[in-house]
């Protein structure tokens, strides 16, 4: 019952944020440029195609899911305080998440038809991956399923995503969260510095790192034409990611704490 009552809580709570989200979205990539053809007089040139971009929703959904799957402690601490486990809060908000996931690529789905045979000129594909995955099987059919099952993974693997670095972030104080979110970047911009020097000299390139990155995409050799890669690669690896983070999410949630 518990869980019921905290999954509609936050159900609402994030549909109410995600249509906020996808309105200023749509002001962002529509309006604006509108406004601002019309302050320069260039009004007759303007077209809507021209500012859209293909995958406008999945960039909106997965920037939501991403950051309010980051957001912790706010909840969190309300629902301990009207005395919601830390089990009820991590399950409730991942079902909460997942239905505005669902509902993030039905509209992506609508959006890619529309898309493809009224606003843009070009008959590109409705989906991304569909570049990558969209020939991999003989049936038309089982291409569109797949594309969709792999872009559903991507974008819960970037949800998951952030709800293992809001636990992290969770666990230390303001401070430390402060300094986390300062100094994380820097670090990694650091590390990609090194890899690419590195790289430089020839030496990644031999080693195993860029054959496992191949193989999780699903590209068999560097000649794999587009549309032609393996889709159940990113289908188990992704399974994989999401299974292992939402389990450290969960233990990592349980050791959540109030802080006074």
């Known amino acids: 019952m518990k869980t019921k009552a905290a999954f509609s809580y936050q159900f609402k709570n994030y549909l109410r944020l995600f249509g906020w989200t996808y309105l200023w979205a749509i002001v962002l990539v529509v309006f604006l440029p509108l406004l601002i053809a ?14 859209l971009p293909r995958v406008l929703p999945a960039i909106v959904v997965g920037s939501f899911v991403f950051a309010f799957g ?9 629902f301990i305080q009207n005395g919601i486990g830390r ?3 991590f399950y409730s908000k991942l079902l909460a998440l997942s239905s505005i996931l669902l509902i993030g690529e ?4 609508v959006y890619g038809v529309l898309y493809t045979h009224f606003i843009s000129n070009r008959r590109a594909a409705i ?39 809001g636990t992290i972030l969770g666990l230390f104080s303001r ?13 990694l911009i650091i590390l990609l510095a090194v890899l690419m020097s590195v790289n430089t000299q020839n030496r990644l390139i031999s080693t ?4 496992f990155l191949l193989y999780i995409i699903g590209m068999s050799d560097m ?27 969960y233990y990592l949630t349980l050791r959540l704490r109030v802080p006074r």
């Open 223 to 249: 000649s794999t034409p587009q549309g032609h890669f393996i889709a159940f690669a990113p289908m188990i690896s992704g399974s994989v990611y999401i299974i292992i983070v939402l389990v450290t999410t």
């Open 127 to 165: 989906f991304a991956f569909s570049s990558l995955y969209g020939k991999y099987f003989n049936s038309k059919v089982e291409n569109t399923i797949s594309v969709i099952v792999i872009t559903l993974l991507f974008i819960v693997c970037i949800m998951v995503t952030g709800m293992l670095l």
């Open 208 to 211: 195993w790192l860029p054959q």
């Open 175 to 187: 401070r430390a969260q402060m300094m986390l979110i300062v100094g994380a970047p820097i670090l």
């Open 87 to 89: 089990k009820t809060y």
């Open 70 to 78: 980051g957001i912790t402690y706010d909840g969190f601490k309300l």
């Open 106 to 109: 039905l509209i992506n789905v």
């Open 38 to 51: 019309l302050i320069l007089g260039q009004i007759h040139g303007f077209s809507v195609a021209d500012y």
